[in-house]
């Protein structure tokens, strides 16, 4: 059971140049999200999923993309990159919630450094 | 104005003393998550709750829905105890999303 994985785990981008993040899963979990972490701020919501072929937006959706063809799978898409992307990339899984709790205990990956010159 | 606030931002100990951070919301939530961030970068999770309290091992984190108010507590804290504490809640009725606060970052010494 590896849990969360993402990869690569860190990456060096010019401006302008795309790239994708995967995350992968291995607990049929529902929810899965990707969040942003930068110096002084909490962790920042990009997009999320509540299952195979369910995104939504989150706080900072701008310059990302993601899909969710599989239940295991949701990859990050950086369209063209920019030196404000320049950041520590976090996916998370969780089970859906019953009743008024939407999300369940967290599961986190190990993180992606992302360097945009 | 965050919708989370976490006290203190830093937090120096010594070894076996007795820690508390503070977590304040402003949103009806859900529930609450409280979650470690080693040195190295790697985030896991130690409590969801929703009410009362819960406990494991030399960690005890409470809640209070009324006042919007949770605390992780730490006895006999350890120098492995150090890491950045993180407080998430899960906005009520919201549409599913998580709220992280900034963090509390807590050094043990020996």
């Known amino acids: 059971n590896a849990g969360v994985t993402q990869t690569p785990k860190f990456q060096v981008l010019k401006t302008g140049q795309s790239m994708t993040l995967q995350c992968a899963q291995d607990?049929?979990?529902?929810?899965m999200s990707w969040y942003r972490q930068d110096p002084g701020m909490g962790l920042r919501l990009i997009h999320y999923?509540?299952?195979?072929?369910?995104?939504d937006q989150g706080e900072v959706p701008n310059g990302y993309n993601v899909s969710r063809s599989t239940t295991e799978d949701f990859p990050l898409r950086l369209l063209s990159a920019a030196p404000s992307q320049t950041s520590v990339y976090f996916c998370?899984?969780?089970?859906?919630?019953?009743?008024?709790?939407?999300?369940?205990?967290?599961?986190f990956g190990p993180g992606t450094r992302l360097l945009v010159l | 104005k965050n919708e989370v606030e976490q006290s203190p931002q830093n937090l120096t100990a010594q070894e076996g003393e007795f820690i508390t951070i503070n977590c304040s919301y402003s949103?009806?939530?859900?529930?609450l998550h409280w979650l470690q961030q080693h040195p190295g970068g790697g985030i896991v999770s130690l409590f969801m709750?929703?009410?009362g309290k819960k406990k494991h091992g030399r960690l005890i984190a409470t809640i209070n829905i009324q006042e919007k108010h949770s605390s992780l507590h730490i006895t006999a804290s350890h120098p492995r105890d150090s890491a950045v504490y993180i407080c998430?809640?899960?906005?009520?009725?919201?549409?599913?999303?998580?709220?992280f606060g900034k963090g509390t970052k807590l050094t043990v010494n020996p």
């Open positions: 709750l929703s009410s």
């Open positions: 998370a899984s969780s089970h859906r919630g019953y009743g008024r709790v939407k999300q369940e205990t967290q599961y």
């Open positions: 998430a809640v899960g906005i009520q009725g919201g549409s599913e999303k998580l709220v």
């Open positions: 999923s509540v299952g195979a072929g369910i995104t």
């Open positions: 949103v009806g939530i859900s529930a």
């Open positions: 607990m049929n979990h529902e929810y």
